[in-house]
């Protein structure tokens, strides 16, 4: 599995940033590994190396205890964000998949962090909607089906505290955004989340050539 997963960085400049960066320790191997093996040609959906680990250093500098994921496959991302939170944080996971969460359960006891960590199966904007409307997200995290993301945001920016950062994946959508071409219902789901947060006078929103995009929303 890749550490550094960017489409957008020439292969050298990228292997070079992967060599001067942290890699995966052992656990978060032996997980990439697991993915790829029980999750076939869906384990691209994992994030690499260095996104996890950029996540993990956000929400420790930050100081968040309270995070929420919408889209958790086997685990990794929400790993990253349970390990930078601390002992003392809690992180709600959102996934439909009882299969691939399974993995995601097992290394996280293995990590230590399974009892900061609430597994919901189900619709994710269920999920949500149920929780209180008020403030109460330091972090968030959303890597699931596109055509909700614009759901997923306005549900979840009143969510979250002053200051609270709101990450989501895959917002370049492989560049098809930028073609006038492409019209599929994910990148046009992309396209409106994109020009909603860039838009919004909520937030400060900046989208990042990481991986296949991340956006980096934080509440004003």
Same mark, same amino acid.
């Given at each position: 599995?890749?550490?550094?997963?960017?489409?957008?960085?020439?292969?050298?400049?990228?292997?070079?940033?992967?060599?001067?960066?942290?890699?995966?320790?052992?656990?978060?191997?032996?997980?990439?590994?697991?993915?790829?093996?029980?999750?076939?040609?869906?384990?691209?959906?994992?994030?690499?190396?260095?996104?996890?680990?950029?996540?993990?250093?956000?929400?420790?500098?930050?100081?968040?205890?309270?995070?929420?994921?919408?889209?958790?496959?086997?685990?990794?991302?929400?790993?990253?964000?349970?390990?930078?939170?601390?002992?003392?944080?809690?992180?709600?996971?959102?996934?439909?998949?009882?299969?691939? $969460?399974?993995?995601? #359960?097992?290394?996280?006891? +293995? %990590?230590?962090?399974?009892? @900061?960590? &609430?597994?919901?199966?189900? /619709?994710?904007?269920?999920?949500?909607?149920?929780?209180?409307?008020?403030?109460?997200?330091?972090?968030?995290?959303?890597?699931?089906?596109?055509?909700?993301?614009?759901?997923?945001?306005?549900?979840?920016?009143?969510?979250?505290?002053?200051?609270?950062?709101?990450?989501?994946?895959?917002?370049?959508?492989?560049?098809?955004?930028?073609?006038?071409?492409?019209?599929?219902?994910? $990148?046009?789901?992309? #396209?409106?989340?994109?020009? +909603? %947060?860039?838009?919004?006078? @909520?937030? &400060?929103?900046?989208?990042? /050539?990481?991986?296949?995009?991340?956006?980096?929303?934080?509440?004003?």
């Amino acid at each position: 599995m890749p550490a550094n997963r960017s489409q957008y960085v020439e292969p050298a400049v990228a292997e070079y940033s992967s060599e001067h960066s942290t890699p995966s320790d052992a656990l978060q191997s032996e997980l990439q590994a697991e993915t790829e093996k029980s999750t076939g040609a869906f384990s691209g959906m994992q994030i690499g190396t260095d996104q996890a680990n950029l996540m993990e250093m956000i929400a420790r500098a930050m100081g968040a205890t309270r995070a929420i994921e919408i889209g958790t496959f086997t685990g990794f991302s929400a790993l990253a964000i349970a390990r930078g939170m601390g002992p003392r944080g809690r992180l709600l996971c959102c996934d439909v998949s009882e299969e691939w $969460t399974q993995i995601a #359960r097992a290394y996280w006891e +293995r %990590a230590g962090v399974s009892d @900061r960590i &609430e597994l919901r199966i189900g /619709p994710a904007i269920d999920t949500i909607r149920s929780l209180p409307a008020d403030e109460s997200f330091d972090f968030a995290f959303v890597d699931a089906d596109k055509t909700s993301y614009p759901d997923y945001y306005e549900e979840l920016i009143p969510r979250m505290r002053r200051g609270g950062l709101l990450l989501a994946d895959n917002t370049l959508q492989s560049g098809r955004v930028a073609d006038s071409a492409a019209d599929d219902p994910s $990148t046009i789901a992309i #396209r409106t989340f994109n020009d +909603r %947060a860039a838009s919004d006078s @909520r937030v &400060e929103v900046v989208l990042l /050539p990481i991986g296949d995009g991340v956006s980096f929303v934080q509440k004003l």
